[in-house]
């Protein structure tokens, strides 16, 4: 069942713990942080954490490594700062989303299309997600990945079915928990293989299957 009372933003959930940094009061340290982020997370997506380091992100942004540390003291509060701008992005998509009152069901589909084209275009996207996967190799806090998603997914489908959308008898926790599976099953292939350059087409046969199995 999903969680009484808390908003779809809330269900969708954020890192546990924000990191405590220094208040940033000039634009220029704002904008280099953000540099830094970026690149880490280009790099974190193409080499992995344990291939990347402190150096590697400063070339790649083009400040010194005394910047990079001025933000972030280790490579791991690097790491987890890409991650939660990670999670900042998906909870702009899904913002942006929920302005527009689309139905349950729709909201659904729309949200994970448009999470698709950001795995395949955004590096923030794609380098937490890898850092998700190679979390076991990161000292640090990440949060748990597919769970945030699947209580959105099941709160949706719940209202889904209340509104008709769904086939009767249909169970939304079981459907929720086959779209995460599906869509990060969907999106980790298309990396695999194809550098997600195809993760729209993929993701979009999927998901008619599923709306088959739902819907009826």
Excluded at 21 to 36: C, E, S, Y
Excluded at 111 to 120: E, G, V
Excluded at 134 to 159: C, K, S, Y
Aim: hydrophobic fraction near 45%.
């Amino acid at each position: 069942m999903p969680k009484p009372g808390k908003t779809p933003v809330q269900l969708l959930g954020e890192p546990k713990e924000r990191m405590k940094l220094a208040p940033l009061r000039q634009d220029r340290a704002v904008r280099t942080r953000a540099l830094v982020v970026v690149a880490a997370a280009e790099l974190f997506a193409e080499r992995g954490f344990r291939g990347t380091s402190v150096k590697d992100v400063a070339d790649r942004a083009e400040v010194t490594k005394g910047a990079v540390y001025f933000h972030f003291p280790d490579k791991e509060t690097l790491a987890s700062a890409v991650v939660e701008s990670h999670y900042d992005r998906r909870t702009e998509v899904l913002e942006d989303l929920l302005v527009e009152r689309l139905s349950p069901l729709d909201t659904v589909v729309v949200l994970l299309d448009r999470m698709a084209i950001a795995f395949r275009d955004d590096p923030v996207i794609q380098g937490g997600a890898r850092l998700q996967n190679e979390r076991t190799f990161i000292q640090a806090n990440l949060p748990e990945p597919f769970v945030g998603w699947t209580d959105l997914l099941t709160a949706l489908l719940h209202d889904a079915a209340k509104a008709g959308q769904l086939r009767s008898g249909a169970d939304p926790a079981a459907l929720a928990r086959s779209f995460v599976a599906a869509f990060f099953g969907v999106q980790h292939i298309s990396d695999r293989l194809h550098g997600r350059t195809d993760i729209a087409e993929r993701w979009a046969e999927t998901r008619d299957l599923l709306l088959r199995a739902a819907c009826g």
